[in-house]
């Protein structure tokens, strides 16, 4: 089982503002990133370090932490936003990596 | 332009061998962390493998070590995953992944390549 914990899917309605969250014990330690991914796509890094975005990733996308969960919110949401959305980050450890697992954003 | 390119993937029998490829290319291969992430059909990602810049330090999921091996060439610009006793649960895409660390993005996926297909059937 994943050590990162994702709701399964979350709907929002189009223009919206939409959270999804990510939890797991090893948040409070390390960086949460998060991954856009589309049918038949490979997956997209649209928030790294907990909050900061890569250029060419719309500014609608945010990211937040506190205590052991990150949160992803898409402020304004678009029909071109709707896909699956990952976290990732170090699992207790501290050497393996670990995916949520995932989160299908519907846009309504 | 910055690229990830896999290669190597297909159709093996349970027990078999792949080696799967990675070229790089557009940036300074050797100066970046790798990681090899797969996705089983209609299954979320799951982290594979990792490999130091220098290829000195390697981490491997519970779930393929003792079967997979990752290695790179830098001076091919390129990184590998052997797999060796591959299970129909091994079925998957596999995609290579840029670590962005050294860059800002720390313990972050920057890039990745478009994913190469392995099904592991009989």
């Known amino acids: 089982s994943s050590e990162l914990t994702q709701d399964p899917a979350v709907s929002v309605a189009l223009g919206q503002t939409v959270r999804i969250t990510c939890q797991g014990d090893?948040?409070?330690?390390?960086?949460a990133s998060w991954y856009q991914q589309k049918p038949g796509q490979a997956p997209v890094l649209v928030i790294y370090r907990k909050t900061n975005r890569p250029s060419g990733i719309p500014d609608r996308f945010s990211g937040s932490s506190s205590g052991n969960t990150a949160s992803l919110t898409i402020t304004g949401a678009q029909a071109e936003d709707e896909a699956d959305y990952y976290c990732?980050?170090?699992?207790?450890?501290?050497?393996?990596?670990?995916f949520g697992g995932g989160t299908k954003l519907t846009v309504l | 332009e910055v690229q990830l390119v896999e290669s190597g993937g297909g159709l093996v029998q349970p027990g078999g061998s792949l080696r799967l490829a990675c070229a790089a290319s557009g940036f300074t291969f050797s100066s970046y962390e790798m990681h090899w992430v797969r996705q089983a059909p209609g299954k979320g990602l799951e982290w594979v493998s990792y490999?130091?810049?220098?290829?000195?330090?390697?981490y491997n999921a519970d779930s393929v070590k003792g079967r997979f091996t990752i290695s790179r060439d830098n001076a091919k610009n390129s990184l590998y995953l052997q797999m060796n006793s591959l299970r129909a649960e091994d079925t998957a895409v596999y995609y290579c992944a840029r670590d962005g660390s050294i860059v800002g993005a720390d313990d972050a996926f920057d890039i990745w390549g478009q994913g190469t297909m392995v099904i592991v059937s009989s």
């Open positions: 490999i130091s810049s220098s290829g000195r330090t390697i």
């Open positions: 990732n980050s170090r699992d207790s450890s501290g050497n393996h990596r670990v």
């Open positions: 090893s948040l409070r330690t390390y960086y």
